[in-house]
């Protein structure tokens, strides 16, 4: 049973480098079997259809972003921890890993996905906005956030700003991310040392 689940997390690992970096529709089993010296019919045992396996790889991005946003949710924690957190995490896999986060990578194939995996993006992205304009609204009532209009418009330009970044850093270098993140800290007076 062990090596099941080990084969299936390595797929998972294989099938989320390769969304990130060329989209839904850049890439298939033989790309992830290959490299994991396995056949197709091991991905199609875990995952039968490559549907499956991409709504595998958000729904483990749902919870990542729920176990580290948690107790944040669940009170009024540091705003500022929270957005440096996002941002460094998403700095990190762009400038480290070349990639995209999910919901940008499945965006130039958003209308030829196949809805299982558009509904399970969906709710990734919600649930990032959600988190992101509670971050906002939080920050601006401790004080520590200066913006005007609201937090939700905000968490939007936030969340644009870095997945737009990640994708002008594959033409510009890893500069361009890291000169977005410290405007976003800029535009809402933190500390303009980081990041910048």
């Not at 299982?116 to 992205?125: F, S």
């Not at 997945?163 to 510009?172: M, S």
Request: proline content about 4%; glycine content about 8%; hydrophobic content about 40%.
């Amino acid at each position: 049973m062990a090596a099941q689940t080990d084969t299936r997390t390595k797929i998972l690992a294989s099938a989320d480098r390769l969304l990130r970096r060329r989209g839904f529709n850049g890439f298939s089993y033989q790309d992830i079997s290959e490299p994991l010296g396995i056949r197709n019919a091991a991905v199609h045992y875990h995952f039968p259809t490559k549907a499956d396996l991409a709504v595998a790889v958000i729904d483990g991005y749902r919870r990542i972003l729920r176990d580290r946003t948690a107790a944040f949710m669940a009170g009024d924690g540091d705003p500022i921890a929270q957005l440096d957190g996002f941002i460094d995490f998403s700095t990190a896999e762009c400038c480290e890993e070349s990639t995209m986060c999910p919901v940008g990578a499945l965006s130039s194939d958003y209308y030829s996905l196949p809805e299982p995996i558009r509904t399970a993006g969906n709710r990734l992205l919600e649930e990032l906005l959600a988190w992101m304009t509670r971050v906002c609204t939080v920050g601006r009532e401790q004080g520590k956030f200066h913006f005007e209009g609201d937090p939700a418009i905000k968490a939007e330009q936030i969340v644009a700003s870095l997945q737009g970044a990640r994708q002008l850093a594959r033409f510009r270098g890893a500069q361009a991310m890291q000169d977005i993140a410290g405007q976003i800290r800029r535009d809402l007076s933190i500390d303009s040392s980081r990041g910048s």
